[in-house]
């Protein structure tokens, strides 16, 4: 219940609509007191459920935030900012050495698939899909130029404290399996078709 008052305003207030009218309807219709105190208590609770989602930032929402952040920081071609929330160092030397390929014109988040956080696990951790489109610039390949390129993009997060920190991702083509935009982990290059 509470992720959905703080997620789903909009949903809470139409349950409470919809008891706080039917209550008042009954009150019409039979003239009981306490069904209209009810009912307007209900309809009296709608404000207060979207003061409570506009002050409260769940943990996926605190995620979508620093996604669009981190995306932000991608496309203004500021490594630094853009690696870090990386939690392990070779993780973040890994993404540092790829953005650092590339000049970034464009890094746009289109659609954000799901965001599963697992509150069962300690520390707490989630899984991100996303689809993202780049437009970049090859800076040690020069036949790349002003490429538009969509990708998916997983991302593994923890909780560490109040914050969530990156501890795995893996970018891929929207379809299929790696390309020549990302080389396997142990630094091999996918091969080249003819």
Not at 18 to 40: E, Q
Not at 104 to 129: C, G, H, S, W
Request: glycine share 6%; net charge negative.
């Amino acid at each position: 219940m509470y992720r959905l008052l703080a997620e789903e305003p909009l949903i809470v207030s139409l349950m409470l609509g919809a008891m706080g009218f039917g209550l008042l309807y009954g009150w019409l219709r039979s003239g009981n007191k306490p069904a209209a105190i009810a009912g307007l208590v209900f309809v009296a609770l709608i404000p207060l459920a979207w003061f409570i989602a506009d002050r409260v930032e769940t943990d996926s929402e605190q995620i979508e935030r620093l996604i669009y952040t981190l995306a932000e920081a991608v496309e203004r071609n500021d490594p630094d900012s853009a690696v870090a929330i990386i939690a392990d160092p070779n993780l973040e030397s890994r993404a540092r050495l790829e953005l650092q390929n590339w000049t970034f014109e464009l890094a746009k988040v289109t659609r954000i698939n799901e965001i599963r956080v697992m509150n069962d696990t300690y520390p707490p951790q989630a899984d991100i899909e996303m689809m993202v489109k780049v437009r970049v610039t090859g800076k040690a390949d020069r036949t790349i130029q002003n490429a538009q390129i969509p990708r998916k993009l997983l991302l593994t997060m923890e909780k560490d404290g109040d914050d969530w920190l990156i501890t795995e991702y893996q970018h891929l083509p929207i379809i299929g399996g790696p390309d020549k935009f990302r080389g396997y982990s142990d630094g091999r290059q996918p091969p080249q078709g003819n």
